[in-house]
C-alpha cells in the first residue's frame, strides 16, 4: 500500500491535473490540509469533484500525529490533497522521511506552485535568491530583512503569514521592511524601492502591481492569498514585461 502526496494547485478544484484527480480517486482514504495556503473550493466541492469522502486536518495532524498515517498507509492507499505544489512545505518532507524509515512506499503527484507562478510578473525565476516568510508576530524578528539584503542582486519572494483564517497583505509586509529599516538604517528597504504585490496568483481574477514600496501602500485589496517580490538587477526583458502592471 501506499502514501500519495497530490498537489491539487493553487486555487481552485479546476487547477487538479487529470493524473492527479485519477490519484485521488484511486486512494482508499483522503486527507486534505488547507493551512499551507488560500483554497477557494469547499470541502463540500472537492468531494463532489471526486466523488469521495475527504477528511480535513490540521497541521498537527500532519506534524505531531503523521505516525499515525504512516501506519495507515501501510494497510491501504492514503492521499493528502496538498494546495500548490506537495513539496513547498516542508512538513511534507517530513513525512516522506517517515516513509523511507519505515518502508512504506510513497508518491509524489506534482502540481503548480507560487514559486513558479510568481514570473506572471516577467522575473526570470533563475534570478530568485533564498525565499524567506514574514510571520505575523515580528516585531522582534528582522529575518526576513536579512535575506533580502543578503540576497542582494537576486529577486527576493517573501511568503506572507496564514493563521486562524487570516492572511498578512502585501501592504503589511511592506510596513514591515520598513519599520526594520527604520531600526537598522541600512539602506536595504525605503519607500522608493521597487516591489511587486501579487494578488490570488492562480485564479482568473489575479492582480499583479509594480511600483514604489510608497505607491503600492495605497493598494488595498482583500483579495487572498498575497504575497511580495522585491526585484533585484533587472534585465532588459525583465523591465519592459513589469511596466505592464506599473501604477
Known sequence: MTLHLISIGLFEKEDMSFKAAEAAKSCDSLYFERYTSFYSSSLKELEEFL????????RSDLEEHSREI???????DIGILII???????????????????????????????????????????KF??????????KDIETPYEVLRDNKEMHTLFLL???????????????????VEQKR????????????SFFSLGSENSEIHVGSAESLL???????????VVPGKLNFVEEEYLNNFSL
Open 84 to 126: 500548490g505544489d506537495a513539496l513547498s512545505a516542508t512538513t511534507h518532507h517530513v513525512l516522506l522521511l517517515e516513509c523511507l524509515e519505515k518502508k512504506v512506499p510513497y508518491k509524489i503527484i506534482h502540481g503548480s506552485s507560487i514559486f513558479t507562478a510568481v514570473a506572471e510578473s516577467g522575473l526570470s525565476l533563475y
Open 129 to 138: 535568491g533564498n525565499v524567506t516568510s514574514i510571520p505575523f508576530e515580528n
Open 161 to 179: 503569514a496564514l493563521e486562524n483564517n487570516e492572511y498578512m497583505t502585501a501592504k503589511e509586509a511592506i510596513e514591515y521592511l520598513l519599520s
Open 70 to 76: 504512516i501506519d495507515e498507509a501501510r494497510k491501504k
Open 51 to 58: 466523488g469521495k469522502e475527504i477528511k480535513e486536518v490540521v
Open 218 to 228: 495605497k493598494v488595498n485589496s482583500n483579495k487572498k492569498p498575497q504575497c511580495l
Open 185 to 196: 538604517k541600512e539602506g536595504i528597504f525605503g519607500r522608493d524601492k521597487l516591489c511587486i
